[in-house]
C-alpha cells in the first residue's frame, strides 16, 4: 500500500523559511512525479510545484523564486524549500504522487495527509 508522509511544517513568522518533507513508501516510484499542493480554508486546493523523477520541475507563478521543490530518488522524498514565506503562503500543505505530473489535481493518485504551515504577519 502506497503511503506518503509529511512533515516540517509549523508557525514562522513573514519573512522566515520552512522546509517541508514527504516520503513515499510501498511500492517503487521510478519515472513517477511528486509534487506539492496546498489548501486555505475555504479555498479550494492549488498546485504549487513538481518534479520530475529526473528533476524538472514546474512552479506555480505566485512561489517562483521563493520556494524550491527538490528530490531524493534514492530515499523516494520529496522537499520543498520555502523562503520568504507571506502570511497568504498559509494553508495545510499536500504531498501528491502520480504519473502524469502537471498543476491539476486529478492527474495525481496518491496523497499525504497534509501538514500544516502558518505565516504570521
Known amino acids: 500500500q502506497v503511503q506518503l508522509v509529511e512533515s516540517g511544517g509549523g508557525l514562522v513568522q513573514a519573512g522566515g523559511s520552512l522546509r517541508l518533507s514527504c516520503a513515499a513508501s510501498g511500492r517503487t516510484f521510478s519515472y513517477w512525479f511528486m509534487g506539492w499542493f496546498r489548501q486555505a480554508p475555504g479555498k479550494e486546493r492549488e498546485f504549487v510545484a513538481v518534479v520530475s523523477w529526473a528533476g524538472g520541475t514546474l512552479y506555480a507563478d505566485s512561489e517562483k523564486g521563493r520556494f524550491t521543490i527538490s528530490r531524493d530518488n534514492a530515499k523516494n522524498t520529496v522537499y520543498l524549500q520555502m523562503n520568504s514565506l507571506k502570511p497568504e503562503d498559509t494553508a495545510v500543505y499536500y504531498c501528491?504522487?502520480?504519473?502524469?505530473?502537471?498543476?491539476?489535481?486529478?492527474?495525481?493518485?496518491?496523497w499525504g495527509q497534509g501538514t500544516q504551515v502558518t505565516v504570521s504577519a
Open positions: 501528491a504522487l502520480g504519473t502524469a505530473g502537471g498543476a491539476v489535481v486529478d492527474r495525481y493518485d496518491y
